[in-house]
């Protein structure tokens, strides 16, 4: 007899997982003729949480920046295989990458909050879309704000400079300014790994309550950090040519207790990475 | 103050614990009701509602584990998911007293009683109150309420005592129905030894809040 | 929201990113444009030196110990200008370096904090002050009152076998001499290799001044035996910085240095530094041999100054793979 | 573990470090003084010498004929305006692209040549670039000008914003751009919109210093602006707007002449036999200094506001 | 390889269980021989020791719940933490057994034995062997011969049900022994729970090396 | 009945300790008038590890810099109070700063090899001293790296950089460079807090090695560290004017299961910090 797995949050959440908001196929990225990942399949299911994990260097910053074409902007990068986004291949020609930014957003390690008010922040994105309205942008960046659990914070001083912010908030304030594009997946590259402890605990409950509208998938160096927030979890490691793959994906609960490879468990239990 | 889902995994920890306390206590009630009423029937499906005990024991006793492991809590969390993983413990053996005495009901056959179960389910009533206290005392963080449940443990005693006076009795008196005297000895020893647990219970709550191992018995 | 005329917004950041096309054009252009300028200086001083270097070739720049410099008859020799150049920047740097690293360990390590904003600041003012100040300040209030009883003290020298011809006097009544272009020099290239170490003192990581602390190190030991072992190719770069300053610097020189051909070696004496004698003749040069001997002058001065950023270029270079 | 320095006199040597280390440091104060006694001794010489010649007519009129008293430098603080407003004009925009270019391709071919020519630059001595002027523009139109010497002031700044500007924009964290970038920005939005202002307290910073830089410069004016006692702006508007010329023209004909400059005319005066121009020239060096102070504080005060708004 | 924080934790606790377990199957044989030699002495040391049993197991759960949450363990090692806090209680409640046989022991009196007793120390071996067998699986992390180790538990229920039969038909014929019958059906018992107990550690045994869940009994 | 407290390592070893090695009596320590800490009693025991741990700002730099005299280096900083070392006050006049520092050594949080090579860097200290013997040094040098758990990782590349080694090794360097002046306590602050996850097991490792020889005391923001590798924790807070003070020491298993204070036990939970 097999118990159901376990009562927590997130296992319950993988036990029920249906739709695929993104998903890559045969994914590989070449910097000029290195290539940093090879064919990775990976499913990204829809309000979940998925956290990639791997030693340094085995290509989860590639991965994930592959998932918006944020590599474009790399010189040298080329992408082979295919990442669909609600089925549509984003690298397919004709498609607009601006579009694809908007809704893949993506928040960084270190918080990086625009050189401007708290309201500039959050308006920048909507004011890029072409949005003028003072009442609409005011609705936006409140919405916004609150969504990042940053409003009553700071309410009384959205003409205060962003970078005036603690390092945490500064944090809120770059996931607020990605929520007011209205994205549907949120991409995060170890973005508590700046951050002190506690302040790392407010982003973790975030997180969990931001899965209820969007898809997330987050980078950690943290295997607890991983088991704590996520729903599924993908390993990644390296092969002899330092091509990073897919070494195992699966829900969280059961790669963390019992992964079915033994590279995972090595690196899971810190002897190997 | 942050830490809200370790909060929330305590409290949902914390409600599948007395969920599990609900489910031991009635387990242990029915069979004894069903003895009572020599119902097999009744007794079949407590044997079989035991796994699903068992189960949630295991699940608890996993999610705790992660909790544990991911969530790093100290000082009192970790007293408290400690306590967690050692109550699920208590009440599974609980829930297999009250399997056992679906058991002893089964392998008594058709026959009739000797004599109507009086004493019996009064012990398990004081038991099974003993429990919900226990718990109730759990989900306050309560020690002082849980200093005070195991004197009740007396009252038990004082009935298993009478009740195993009253079967050897019977015993002595009738050999034929040492079998079935012998059966329900079991399981007045079942009833008794729940109390017991009850008491490690209580320890474990006074264990979560203060920090201190007292031994109640 | 967001959603309901999304095309119409998706045309307006596609129109808006095609402004990249512009903007990529733009930064391409300016870089091409500052590379171009640096082979255009080099070009004009080829072309215009041509005249010049046909006529003397290397005899322009060689060592003559009688070289001629004279207009009137259209033969150029530069060695006495080459000459008073390196002696001058040489004696500067000499005189300056130890200074300046005083200076600069003393406000990076010791300056109490009441004093060193004002010496910070200090340092920094006179880097910026233009040297026809200096040069005005040193012909009026320096002279006299400094180089010439200093020249006067050295007079003695002259008479020691070897290094006798550097001491050669008298030093005229005026103080227009070598020396005191040297030791004006000496003031301006001060604050650029003092400010210049100082922030290379004070780049240096906290971690390593209180790692060597924390061994039991007294200051002095810290400074000597690892922030400066630590700056090292840093300060280095502030010296050729500070060479290159003094090389190439015009006004406060040809305003002190007294602008004649003579004078031999010593620094007692008046003489040329190439920059001072292209400022001084240049705008009243006659004959196309004596510009063009001039821009040969220009050329050689930017050579040198190609030779001293290489250098710099491949310390650093060398130094941060080392360390890597 | 015995330890190994059981048979080391520790004693001795601590003293020893000790008396050493007394000795330099006290070494360290003493070339502070000496350096700063003659540090000191100029700026207040100047200061003091200057300030007694100065006078309003120093500001508002021409020189006198040689040798007559009176008289100012109108010409030199008019043509030093014209040539440095030319040369910001020139430079600024152009040392700011190359960093931003320097910034985007950090380690192409074209961005380590950019850096060592604008080394290059830097380091080259400004009576070259002085040479270089009248090579190309004064030999070619073959009378000085202020045009020209706009143009040789506009290459020396041109490393001096460059390199400031390039470090500045360095510190600015990468993750500032790639977040813009991520919502769909384009490069020039999130470089003017997000990078520059962050940047821009230490690139105005530097673009002071440029100027201060410029402002100081005379060894390349010597034969590109030559120097012009007549210089005066405001006759060439009213006389230009007297023949009713286009604004054009009138611009073109400013930049058309040889021109003054502040430290061209200090050099000049220092050198004449002349009491009247000598104080003059000490009144320049004054005005040339309290300028490149003002500037300096300027730029601080800038800087330390910028600081406030956007640090907290 | 790091971690030799957490591999010297791990193999202190292992050995803290393998010693636990070897102090309880000692109590366990103890307890047996005492009962066959009527050595009430011997019991009362037993009953004495159990409480250093119950505190070595504290112990184990104690550090056991601080190298879970301090060296923040996954997979292979959390699964042995688990079962190392599994395995102690099992061990604790096995000692509690023993200490109930020389309880027994204490209430019987003077009274001399009905008849010599040779099954019951069988069935002691036999389930005390299975305890060091599946702690030596346990040990070498061994599913294959944790697999194996339950299937002993026939031969135990074989001799208690023996022994059953065997008391009863005392009990039977001369209610006089009723009494101390009863108390050898209890120390019968105790030992019967005992081996079922290993049941349980030798599934802990296979979830900690292959992550599998399964129910041996 | 009070069992033995634990059976793991640490709390054995609080059990037995009985030596003080240095101790703080009402040490206060102030920057220009703004006092970091207040009036605080600490032990240290020998050949134990004692962490501190306290919010952020509430003065564990500046406690565990008073023990060397550190904060001599900081203009303003002045002290009150004592600090024991052996039972001598080394802020006494007439103490040796340098000899001080000699006997308390220090590892900081960013790694700091000195830019010479390994040989260079572990011998700089005995040089100081006036050591100059070839052989003498050589010994040293192999001694203490051997000690910081790096001897087999460099013997081959003595003469290389100390800042070619990785993060973790350059932190092992630093230690080694510590123990080279046979120093009798190892101040850390921070030691891991720049390292990776697994590096950070390393020199934890290494910690626990060398408690045999050293006093050990660590400031650490990360609890599980502490509780992993201390014998002994004080936790430190701040009061309403910022200057912090000692809320509670004591054996770490009882400071992170039981510990006496509501302050620690929210500190700890992370509820407040
Ligand atoms: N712009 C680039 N050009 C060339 N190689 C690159 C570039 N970016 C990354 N790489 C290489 O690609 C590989 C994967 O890099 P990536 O940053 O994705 O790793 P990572 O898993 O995110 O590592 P980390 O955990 O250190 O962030 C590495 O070997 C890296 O050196
Ligand atoms: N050099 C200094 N001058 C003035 N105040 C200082 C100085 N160093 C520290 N402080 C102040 O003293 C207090 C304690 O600082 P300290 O660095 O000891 O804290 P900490 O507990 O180590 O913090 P962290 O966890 O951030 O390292 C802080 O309020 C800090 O601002
Ligand atoms: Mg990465
Ligand atoms: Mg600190
Ligand atoms: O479950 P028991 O320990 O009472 O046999």
């Given at each position: 007899m097999q118990p159901q797995l376990n009562i927590t949050e997130p296992t319950r959440a993988a036990a029920t997982a249906t739709d695929l908001k993104m998903e890559t196929r045969g994914l590989s990225v070449y910097y000029k003729n290195f290539?940093?990942?090879?064919e990775i399949n990976l499913p990204v299911y829809e309000n979940r949480v998925l956290a990639i994990i791997g030693p340094s260097g085995c290509g989860k910053s590639t991965l994930l920046r592959a998932l918006n074409r944020m590599n474009d902007l790399v010189p040298g990068a080329r992408v082979e295989g295919e990442v669909l986004l609600d089925g549509e291949n984003i690298y397919a020609p004709g498609q607009d990458v601006v579009d694809i930014r908007r809704r893949v957003g993506m928040v960084f390690q270190r918080p990086n909050p625009f050189p401007m008010s708290v309201y500039d922040n959050v308006a920048f994105g909507p004011r890029l879309l072409g949005i003028r309205k003072k009442s609409v942008l005011d609705e936006i960046v409140e919405r916004s704000l609150r969504a990042a659990a940053l409003w009553e914070h700071v309410q009384d001083k959205l003409g205060q400079s962003g970078m005036a912010l603690s390092g945490g908030q500064q944090q809120r304030l770059c996931i607020a300014r990605a929520i007011a594009m209205e994205p549907e997946v949120i991409l995060m590259d170890e973005p508590t790994s700046a951050l002190d402890p506690m302040a790392t605990l407010t982003i973790e409950d975030l997180i969990q309550r931001l899965k209820e509208n969007f898809t997330i998938v987050i980078v950690t160096h943290n295997m607890q950090q991983a088991a704590r927030i996520s729903d599924f979890t993908a390993f990644l490691s390296m092969d002899e040519d330092r091509a990073g793959y897919l070494v195992e994906f699966g829900p969280t609960v059961e790669v963390f207790t019992n992964p079915k490879e033994k590279l995972t468990e090595d690196y899971i239990t810190g002897r190997f990475g | 103050m942050p830490r809200t889902v370790l909060e929330t995994e305590l409290k949902n920890l914390k409600s599948e614990v007395l969920e599990l306390g609900q489910r031991v206590g009635e387990a242990m009630l029915n069979s004894i009701e069903a003895l009572k009423h020599r119902d097999v029937e009744a007794a079949r499906k407590i044997m079989e509602d035991d796994k699903k005990i068992n189960e949630a024991r295991f699940e608890i006793e996993r999610a705790t584990l992660i909790v544990i492991a991911t969530q790093q809590p100290l000082a009192h969390d970790l007293r408290l998911l400690a306590s967690i993983l050692d109550i699920a413990g208590e009440l599974e053996r609980m829930g297999d007293y009250a399997k056992g005495i679906a058991k002893i009901n089964i392998l008594m056959g058709d026959k009739p009683l000797l004599k109507p179960l009086i004493d019996l389910p009064r012990m398990a009533e004081i038991a099974t109150d003993m429990l919900r206290q226990s718990l109730v005392a759990f989900n306050n963080d309560d020690a002082e309420t849980a200093r005070q449940i195991p004197q009740r443990d007396e009252e038990v005693d004082a009935l298993y005592n009478q009740i195993y006076r009253e079967l050897i009795t019977f015993m002595i008196q009738d050999p034929k129905t040492i079998d079935q005297a012998n059966y329900l000895l079991w399981a007045a020893h079942n009833v008794e030894r729940m109390a017991d647990r009850v008491t490690n219970i209580c320890e474990r709550v006074i264990f979560t809040a203060t920090g201190e191992i007292v031994e109640l018995a | 929201m967001a959603s309901s005329s999304t095309s119409l917004r998706r045309k307006l950041m596609r129109h808006l990113q095609h402004g990249d096309v512009l903007w990529w054009a733009l930064l391409l252009l300016s870089a091409v444009v500052v590379v171009v300028l640096v082979l255009w200086i080099a070009w004009q001083l080829w072309v215009q030196s041509a005249p010049s270097r046909h006529a003397f070739g290397w005899d322009f720049i060689w060592p003559w110990v009688k070289s001629v410099w004279n207009p009137a008859l259209d033969k150029f020799q530069a060695w006495p200008a080459i000459y008073g150049s390196l002696i001058t920047a040489t004696i500067a740097l000499v005189l300056a370096v130890p200074l300046a690293l005083g200076i600069a360990i003393f406000l990076s390590e010791l300056a109490p904090a009441w004093l060193r904003a004002p010496l910070n600041y200090m340092v920094e003012m006179l880097a910026a002050i233009p040297s026809v100040v200096y040069g005005l300040w040193g012909i009026y209030v320096f002279l006299p009152l400094v180089v010439v009883p200093i020249g006067k003290a050295l007079e003695p020298l002259g008479s020691v076998p070897g290094i006798g011809i550097f001491f050669k006097g008298p030093v005229p009544a005026s103080g227009f001499t070598r020396l005191g272009a040297a030791l004006v020099l000496v003031i301006m290239i001060l604050p650029t290799i003092a400010a210049v170490s100082r922030d290379v003192l004070q780049a240096v990581p906290r971690s390593q001044r209180e790692a060597a602390m924390a061994l039991g190190a007294t200051q002095w030991e810290t400074v000597w035996k690892v922030l400066i072992p630590y700056g090292q190719s840093g300060i280095l770069g502030a010296v050729i910085l500070g060479f290159g300053r003094a090389i190439g610097e015009t006004m406060a020189v040809t305003m002190v240095i007294?602008?004649?051909?003579?004078?031999?070696?010593?620094?007692?004496k008046p003489g040329y530094t190439m920059a001072s004698i292209i400022a001084n003749e240049f705008a009243e040069a006659v004959s196309e041999m004596h510009t063009s001997a001039l821009m040969e002058i220009g050329l050689v001065l930017f050579a040198i100054t190609l030779l001293l950023n290489a250098f710099a270029r491949w310390l650093v270079v060398n130094r941060t793979i080392k360390r890597a | 573990m015995q330890s190994i320095y059981e048979h080391v006199d520790l004693q001795s040597n601590y003293r020893r470090r000790k008396i050493v280390n007394k000795i330099m440091l006290t070494l360290t104060g003493l070339t502070v003084a000496l350096a700063v006694v003659p540090l000191v001794w100029i700026t207040v010489y100047v200061l003091l010498q200057g300030g007694k010649y100065l006078n309003l007519d120093f500001f508002i009129h021409l020189p006198?004929?040689?040798?007559?008293?009176g008289g100012g430098v109108l010409n030199a603080i008019e043509g030093s305006a014209v040539m440095v407003l030319l040369a910001s004009v020139i430079a600024i925009p152009l040392a700011l692209l190359g960093a931003f270019y320097l910034l985007a391709k950090p380690s192409t071919a074209l961005a380590h040549a950019l850096r060592f020519s604008t080394d290059m630059l830097a380091g080259t001595p400004s009576i070259v670039i002085g040479l270089f002027g009248y090579a190309v523009i004064v030999a070619v139109q073959k009378h000085f000008s202020a045009f020209a010497g706009g143009v040789v002031l506009a290459i020396i700044m041109l490393p001096v914003v460059l390199r400031s500007a390039e470090e500045m924009l360095k510190l600015v964290p990468r993750e500032m751009r790639e977040g813009a970038l991520a919502m769909g920005a384009p490069e020039w939005l999130a470089a003017l919109k997000v990078v520059l202002p962050a940047a821009a307290e230490g690139i105005i910073t530097g673009i002071m210093l440029g100027i201060a830089r410029a402002v100081g410069e005379t060894a390349p004016l010597l034969f590109t602006a030559l120097g012009n006692d007549n210089y005066e702006i405001g006759k060439i508007i009213s006389d230009g707007l007297r023949y009713h010329q286009s604004i054009g023209k009138i611009i073109g004909t400013i930049f058309a002449q040889p021109a003054d400059a502040l430290p061209l005319t200090l050099w000049k005066y220092a050198q004449q036999p002349y009491q009247e121009r000598v104080h003059q020239a000490w009144a320049v060096a004054f005005v040339l200094m309290l300028f490149v102070l003002g500037l300096n504080i300027v730029a601080r005060a800038w800087m330390a506001h910028r600081r406030r708004k956007l640090f907290g």
């Open positions: 290539r940093a990942i090879k | - | 007294g602008n004649s051909a003579g004078g031999g070696y010593s620094i007692l | 006198a004929p040689m040798g007559m008293t």
